[in-house]
């Protein structure tokens, strides 16, 4: 059974400003380290041995800052799913179960992109 990791990724980007905002939230700013934390969660599910690629989903206003991080990264198998506006959590673990509803076996990871996971 492979692990779809679910990146949730659609923060407004307001409560740390103005480091954090509209144009630029939280999880593309590098906070923690060289990379941003939206890297960061990408690049803890990038072993295919064990992880399926990822499922994003991010606000349609950052689709340039989700494809720059991928492009960064080389990863060219995740799927990238645009909300027009935010929904929370549960409509976007809906969005990502829908999205996978005829593969079989398959586990979802639904998982923040802003936050920091030392191990």
């Given at each position: 059974?492979?692990?779809?990791?679910?990146?949730?990724?659609g923060g407004a980007g307001t409560r740390?400003?103005?480091v954090s905002r509209q144009s630029l939230p939280k999880q593309f700013v590098p906070l923690v380290g060289e990379e941003s934390l939206f890297m960061?969660?990408?690049?803890?599910?990038?072993?295919?041995?064990?992880f399926a690629a990822p499922l994003i989903v991010g606000n349609a206003a950052h689709k340039f800052l989700?494809?720059?991080?991928?492009?960064?990264?080389?990863?060219?198998?995740?799927?990238?799913?645009l909300e027009p506006m935010g929904r929370n959590t549960a409509a976007a673990a809906m969005v990502a179960a829908y999205a996978d509803e005829k593969t079989e076996d398959i586990l979802h990871l639904v998982m923040p992109s802003d936050h920091v996971i030392t191990d």
């Open positions: 059974m492979k692990i779809r990791p679910v990146i949730l990724s740390l400003w103005p960061a969660r990408l690049r803890a599910v990038a072993d295919r041995s064990l989700i494809l720059e991080s991928l492009e960064r990264l080389g990863i060219t198998d995740a799927t990238i799913l």
